[in-house]
């Protein structure tokens, strides 16, 4: 690794205070440590970098979030509930707070990316954010982390044209959501067909409404996809942005479809991961000019999540260091 690669994890001790209720419930504190630990013993270790979060403001809530979905959810974590809505949706006294803040991470984020876009920057953050609507939490999620982090990144620095791009084994109901009517904003999610996985959007058709027509990209692979199907997704995907032309690129980086993880059917490697890493950063370099953020989604299995997150990064930091011989 060259001596002047940067990777900036943006992070909290405070994080691990959503609590989820332990039992069989997946979304836990501990998914952040086996990153964390993963990462000091990759190649990665001399070159990790910490910021610190800041909370996402009401305002920056409210770009996607209405302000009755931030009344609700404050008043059912003062209460004591442990859910809103659905088992899957747990919450503890600190909840609210706490999804704040991992909001804020896309924030902190984009600020690291516009201020030095040769660091690789990765939000290691949770509770995770795709599937959040605006007015519900869905599948975890509470606030959107990449659509405040987008929103945020066209609104502070005026990049008008932002892509995600979701390989979480999972669309992302609530990402589509916000781009579906919006021509600058693109969406693209490589997820288990949604015949088979929750939450049942993502069909191939689904591809905008409106002045957004054309703007999302969805692509739904079947149970026991692995690694080859992936790979056929990558040259859709360069057509897309060839067209789109993104300023920014924002990743919501789910580990979930990996063979092992049995939130999903699907069955990728965990080294594909280190393809995936290398190809956004490829998509990066060709279309934004290096602006990439990679924003922690869904990934369960807590023996391959840690090491599928560190061959991620270690992918942005070799195509970046193969084509910029001075690093």
Not at 13 to 26: F, V
Not at 59 to 65: A, D, G, T
Not at 281 to 292: D, S, V
Not at 297 to 326: D, M, T
Request: glycine share 10%; charged share 20%.
């Amino acid at each position: 690794m060259g001596n002047d690669i940067s990777v900036t994890l943006i992070s909290d001790p405070a994080y691990s205070k959503h609590d989820t209720g332990g039992g069989e419930h997946p979304e836990i504190p501990e998914r952040l440590q086996v990153i964390a630990d993963a990462l000091q013993e990759s190649p990665l270790q001399p070159f990790l970098k910490s910021m610190s979060p800041r909370p996402a403001t009401r305002s920056q809530l409210l770009v996607f979030h209405t302000e009755g979905w931030l009344f609700r959810f404050e008043e059912a974590v003062l209460k004591g509930k442990t859910y809103i809505d659905h088992p899957d949706n747990q919450v503890g006294y600190e909840s609210y707070d706490i999804a704040t803040l991992s909001a804020g991470a896309g924030l902190v984020g984009v600020d690291k990316v516009e201020a030095d876009s040769g660091t690789v920057v990765f939000g290691l953050n949770r509770p995770p954010g795709h599937h959040a609507e605006p007015n519900m939490p869905f599948g975890f999620c509470f606030f959107n982390n990449c659509v405040i982090a987008a929103r945020y990144w066209q609104e502070q620095y005026h990049r008008k044209r932002i892509c995600i791009l979701d390989f979480d084994a999972h669309h992302g109901n609530g990402i589509q959501t916000a781009f579906e009517e919006d021509p600058d904003a693109a969406y693209i999610s490589i997820h288990e067909h949604p015949s088979f996985s929750y939450p049942g959007t993502g069909w191939p058709e689904e591809n905008g409404l409106g002045a957004g027509k054309g703007t999302l990209l969805n692509l739904p692979l079947l149970p026991g996809a692995g690694d080859e199907q992936v790979r056929e997704t990558f040259a859709a995907i360069v057509s897309f942005l060839e067209r789109f032309q993104p300023e920014a690129l924002i990743v919501g980086a789910g580990f979930d479809a990996h063979v092992d993880d049995d939130m999903s059917g699907l069955a990728f490697s965990t080294d594909i991961y280190l393809e995936l890493g290398m190809f956004v950063a490829e998509l990066a370099h060709t279309f934004t000019q290096g602006r990439l953020l990679s924003l922690l989604e869904g990934g369960y299995n807590i023996e391959k999540l840690g090491s599928c997150a560190a061959l991620f990064l270690q992918g942005i930091v070799r195509y970046r260091q193969e084509h910029n011989p001075g690093l």
